[in-house]
């Protein structure tokens, strides 16, 4: 081989290993005794691979989360005039009303409702026999009648009574129920009232549908849910930042839920007021004369007077 053939054999030689080197290509080739068989110990083909829960990907207290949640809206319908062609029942089948068909099919997908009459009814079980079919969400739902002034707006999932455009529903996989929410893209959003909100909730109702990073706002009123759903429309996303300490002030409104199955706590025991023990009076102490003792009186003893002649 020539001076200048074997100048050229050298130079491809090296052009060849720097292609290699920078392509990486010669990672994926194994030779025989590198190569070893599939460990399937332990099951782990068989098994699905490991999912952090969702609850621990939780940040810390008072942090934002990165990703969005889903936000829909949910209210209050109130039973108007008209044909009472439908039934709503208890979970015992028992019926509690007759009701207009258009308010069924309201209060099978929002949970509670209140009747003509007036009593507020809200979600016991689903999956009921003797239930209609909900057009849209396709449960059979029966109810519990509540006593309105106890309950104006409903019951949520911890059993207690829940509240306009503070109460969300959530995944509790997720956001605990309890948890005081800061969601930012509804601080400022006008109230009914005027007022503007806070932007801070109240995790303490759950939905079938309600799954995952989803949040939905109880509004209390279609109305409300118009107004709102224009300023933040529903599934456009939002931010939530769990236990914010912003919302710390909403405290006093959470009321825990008691344990599934655990007998409620008995109401505190009286005790019988005692009639008060009364102490003798105690004749008052006598208080030494302190005044200068006076000298004896030294003058002559006058003599009895006389009485009148008999």
């Not at 969601?183 to 995952?212: M, N, W, Y």
């Not at 344990?259 to 004749?283: E, R």
């Amino acid at each position: 081989m020539s001076r200048s053939s074997r100048h050229r054999y050298f130079e491809l030689a090296a052009a060849g290993a720097l292609w290699a080197a920078s392509c990486g290509g010669t990672d994926f080739v194994k030779t025989s005794y590198e190569a070893q068989d599939l460990d399937t110990s332990g099951g782990w083909l068989d098994a699905p691979p490991a999912v952090e829960s969702a609850q621990a990907r939780l940040p810390p207290s008072g942090q934002r989360r990165a990703d969005s949640f889903r936000n829909t809206y949910y209210d209050f319908p109130k039973e108007g005039v008209g044909k009472k062609d439908a039934k709503v029942f208890d979970a015992s089948c028992r019926a509690i009303a007759d009701v207009t068909k258009e308010f069924h099919d309201q209060v099978c997908l929002q949970g509670s409702g209140r009747l003509a009459s007036g009593t507020t009814i809200s979600f016991a079980k689903r999956d009921c026999s003797c239930a209609l079919e909900c057009p849209k969400s396709k449960q059979k739902i029966c109810f519990e009648a509540l006593d309105p002034k106890l309950f104006p707006a409903g019951r949520g999932a911890m059993g207690q009574a829940v509240t306009p455009l503070r109460t969300i529903a959530v995944d509790d996989a997720v956001v605990p129920l309890g948890s005081l929410v800061y969601i930012p893209e509804f601080d400022g959003l006008p109230r009914p009232d005027g007022t503007k909100h806070d932007g801070c909730f109240i995790a303490e109702d759950r939905g079938s549908a309600v799954q995952g990073l989803h949040i939905d706002i109880f509004t209390g009123d279609p109305a409300t849910t118009k107004s709102w759903n224009q300023l933040v429309p529903s599934n456009g996303g939002v931010h939530v930042e769990v236990n914010a300490p912003r919302c710390e002030h909403l405290n006093s409104l959470v009321q825990l839920h008691p344990k599934k199955g655990a007998a409620p706590a008995p109401p505190p025991t009286k005790t019988p007021d005692k009639a008060p023990v009364k102490t003798p009076d105690k004749a008052p102490p006598k208080t030494p004369d302190k005044s200068p003792d006076k000298a004896p009186d030294k003058s002559p003893e006058k003599a009895p007077e006389k009485g009148p002649a008999k």
